[in-house]
């Protein structure tokens, strides 16, 4: 099969979990079509969960799949192991469990992974009274959480910080965190499932059975921190007045973009872009492509191979997210 010449748009697949809310917002829902019960929309991964492309002649094939068949042009880079990003939507009416995930070189060295995992969380939507846990309260460190771990008192010492819509949280590899009930959330984070818990409420998973904690290792990969604010968002002056950079790690950034015209990327292509679209739709085009229709809801894979490309809003305006690559996704730091 030759190699795809036009962005890709993906389908979304659906996780059930335990704490997971009944359904997403009405207007969300309606646009992923999600099915009740559902903790996370998974809307773009080549592991675990790969999300298939959604139409065409790839229609049906996985990320995974996509990777193997063309590394360098969707994912960029001399020797891509994987795609670097994780993109999806968490819907939550339960605490998450208490939980930190290790850098790269810790992931590397306890798991023989490629990357660790930071991520950051976008609030889309929030119930009155939100919170989500974001490090520790101030003055206690690695030993006052072994010993409240030890007392059986870890739910005394975790920061809880309010959580409105709007807010972004950037949460890097060794932070504690959990996000709280309430919550409808857009995570962009590196490429890793590595989830090392301390505490899981006491409550049983899917299957009936209390789920493994794993102490040492998250004692081993947590860094001092908390408690932590949101993140302030940078408007970037340009020709698009309606572009905020709401967070810039080493290994992605995520933009919220609103406009009612064109829109062509202020950052320069690195690597790959993924774009949510939240409300309204448009017209996608890349050189030498059709226009692509683009409608709320979707998910919009463009590969490191298409370095230009631009996104025409239709009357009523267009709400989308773009995330992309920082510049330490490859460990090169280039």
């Known amino acids: 099969m030759d190699q795809p010449t036009g962005p890709l748009r993906l389908e979304p697949v659906f996780l059930p979990k335990i704490w997971a809310a009944e359904d997403l917002p009405p207007e969300l829902n309606r646009a992923l079509h999600v099915p009740s019960g559902t903790g996370e929309v998974w809307l773009a991964s080549d592991r675990h969960h790969p999300t298939p492309v959604a139409e065409g002649e790839l229609a049906g094939i ?55 995992k930071s991520e950051a969380w976008h609030i889309l939507a929030a119930e009155q009274d939100s919170h989500i846990i974001h490090g520790l309260e101030p003055g206690i460190g690695r030993d006052g959480l072994a010993q409240a771990l030890a007392d059986g008192r870890i739910g005394d010492i975790l920061a809880r910080v309010p959580a409105a819509a709007g807010d972004t949280f950037h949460l890097t590899a060794g932070t504690v965190h959990a996000p709280g009930p309430g919550l409808t959330i857009l995570e962009i984070q590196q490429s890793s499932d590595l989830t090392y818990r301390f505490y899981d409420w006491d409550r049983p998973g899917l299957d009936g059975a209390m789920r493994e904690l794993h102490i040492d290792k998250a004692m081993e990969v947590m860094r001092d921190s908390g408690p932590a604010a949101p993140t302030r ?67 919009w894979l463009i590969p ?31």
């Open 233 to 299: 968002s940078t408007l970037l002056t340009n020709d698009n007045p309606g572009v905020e950079l709401l967070v810039e790690d080493p290994h992605f950034y995520l933009l919220r973009i609103e406009i009612t015209g064109s829109y062509t990327p202020p950052i320069m292509q690195s690597g790959p872009r993924l774009l949510f679209v939240l409300a309204g739709g448009g017209r996608l085009m890349t050189p030498g492509c059709v226009p692509l229709t683009v409608t709320c809801g979707q998910t």
């Open 304 to 334: 490191a191979g298409l370095p230009e490309w631009s996104l025409d809003s239709d009357a009523t305006g267009t709400v989308f997210f773009e995330a992309g690559c920082g510049p330490a996704w490859r460990g090169d730091g280039a």
């Open 62 to 116: 996985g990320l995974d799949e996509l990777m193997d068949r063309w590394p360098r042009w969707l994912a960029g880079g001399d020797r891509p192991v994987g795609f670097p990003l994780l993109f999806k939507v968490l819907s939550i009416g339960q605490w998450l469990s208490v939980q930190v995930h290790p850098d790269d070189q810790s992931a590397a060295r306890l798991e023989g992974e490629p990357w660790g």
